[in-house]
C-alpha cells in the first residue's frame, strides 16, 4: 500500500468502523477503472486519496457516496447496507459530497438553497451556527454568480456538514482556488469539522493534504487498493 503520510491523531471510538466499502470494481465499456478497491473508515478519521488522472479517483468518490453503481462489491455505513442504493438514500444514511464544480441554483439564493438542505430544528441550528462562525452570513441574499468561488467552497461544505453528517467526501476541492484561497480553505475546514465526521478528500495538492488529512494514499490504475482494518 503506497502511504504518503501517516499522523494517527484520529480518534477511534470503540474501533467501531464507520464506513466500510469493501471489493468495490468498476468498468466502463470494458474499460476496468477500478480493480478491488477496500476502504475502512473509523469515526474522526482524516483520509485523502492522490493519484494521476484517470486512475478512478473520482469514479471511487462517486460509488461511495451512490452517484455510480459498482459491478462489484460492498458499500455499508455502520449496520446500513449502501450497495446498489440511490444516492438519496446515502445522503439520507450520513453520507455528504462535494464535487470538483460547485453545485448551486442559479435562481435561488444561497440562503434558500442552505435552508432547504437543513429541514429540522437541530439541522437549523447547526447551519446558523456554521453560517455564523464562517463569515458566510453576507452571502445569505446572493445568488451563486454573484459569490466569489472561495465562499461557495465554503458554502458547500457548510451545506454538508448542516445536517451532521458521519461521512464527508470532497472531491478536487482546489479546483479553482489560489494557493493563499486554498490554505485558508484548509483552516476553515479544522475549525469547523466536528471530531466525530470522517473525511476523505481527493486531491493532487499534497500541501493542502497535510493541513487537513492524517493518512495520504495514492491510487494507481487497475492496482487493487485496500485501506483500513486490513490495509494501511
Known amino acids: 500500500m503506497p502511504a504518503l503520510g501517516w499522523l494517527p491523531d484520529y480518534e477511534d ?3 467501531a468502523a464507520v464506513f466500510s466499502l469493501q471489493g468495490v470494481s468498476k468498468s466502463f465499456g470494458g474499460i ?12 474522526g478519521q482524516r483520509l485523502g486519496i492522490t ?23 460492498h458499500i455499508q455505513l455502520r449496520e446500513r447496507i449502501l450497495t446498489n442504493r440511490p444516492a438519496w438514500a446515502f445522503a439520507q444514511a450520513g453520507i455528504r459530497r462535494t464535487f470538483q464544480t460547485t453545485r448551486f441554483l442559479a435562481a435561488s439564493t444561497l440562503g434558500e438553497q442552505l435552508l432547504l438542505a437543513a429541514r429540522t430544528p437541530a439541522c437549523r441550528a447547526s ?30 461544505v457548510i451545506r454538508g ?3 451532521q453528517p458521519e461521512v464527508l467526501f470532497l472531491d478536487e476541492p482546489s479546483a479553482g ?5 486554498l490554505h485558508e480553505f484548509g483552516h476553515f475546514l479544522q475549525q469547523h469539522l466536528p471530531q466525530q465526521t470522517a473525511l476523505v478528500v481527493v486531491e493532487h495538492r499534497l500541501d493542502f493534504m497535510t ?7 495514492e ?12 490495509g494501511c
Open 13 to 15: 471510538v470503540g474501533g
Open 211 to 217: 493541513m487537513v488529512t492524517d493518512l495520504v494514499v
Open 32 to 43: 476496468k477503472v477500478l480493480t478491488d478497491i477496500s476502504l475502512t473508515l473509523q469515526p
Open 127 to 156: 447551519l446558523a451556527s456554521l453560517l455564523k462562525s464562517s463569515g458566510l452570513q453576507s452571502s445569505l441574499p446572493l445568488f451563486a454568480d454573484e459569490i466569489p468561488l472561495p465562499m461557495l467552497r465554503k458554502a458547500e
Open 161 to 163: 456538514l448542516a445536517v
Open 177 to 181: 482556488l489560489t494557493a493563499n484561497e
Open 51 to 73: 493519484g494521476a488522472n484517470g486512475v478512478g479517483k473520482s469514479t471511487l468518490i462517486n460509488i461511495a457516496t451512490g452517484f455510480l453503481k459498482p459491478d462489484n462489491g
Open 219 to 230: 491510487m494507481h490504475l487497475n492496482q487493487g487498493l485496500h485501506i483500513g482494518s486490513d
